[in-house]
């Protein structure tokens, strides 16, 4: 079984990209610098729009969670899992954690990299408020 979602958003000139347990995407426009787990702006959806088959998948007990987010030619994989605990309700939000903490905002648990993981070459990219990033979601069981 596998699931997809495809999400767009932007980047912004505030993205630092230094949080060292967390990365979120958010529908959100504004952006501090007090957001450095924050990788991408004024995305198209957040949890609480993800389709419900890709929400079943994400719930299952040994999915595999891909994030691969897209800036240019500039790519980064991400690999994390699912969880039975995972909400998948937040209106604004979607945060990949490395921990196993799970809340309204969390999409993915026990994560192998964080914002502070990604290149810098892909942070500089994510900068750009004109630029277009794609974010691409795989649930795999």
Do not use: Y
């Amino acid at each position: 079984m596998q699931e997809k979602e495809v999400i767009q958003a932007l980047g912004h000139e505030n993205v630092r990209a230094t949080h060292r347990t967390t990365l979120e995407i958010t529908k959100e426009s504004h952006l501090t610098t007090e957001g450095d787990c924050i990788v991408a702006v004024s995305a198209d959806k957040a949890l609480s729009d993800l389709g419900e088959e890709f929400k079943k998948c994400l719930l299952q007990k040994n999915v595999k969670i891909t994030i691969l987010i897209e800036a240019d030619s500039v790519e980064e994989k991400v690999l994390a899992q699912g969880s039975p605990l995972l909400q998948l309700t937040h209106p604004s939000d979607i945060v990949i954690r490395k921990s196993g903490h799970t809340c309204s905002r969390t999409l993915a648990i026990n994560a192998d990299k964080a914002a502070c993981d990604l290149s810098r070459t892909l942070v500089t990219k994510l900068k750009n408020p004109k630029q277009r990033v794609k974010i691409t979601l795989v649930a795999s069981v």
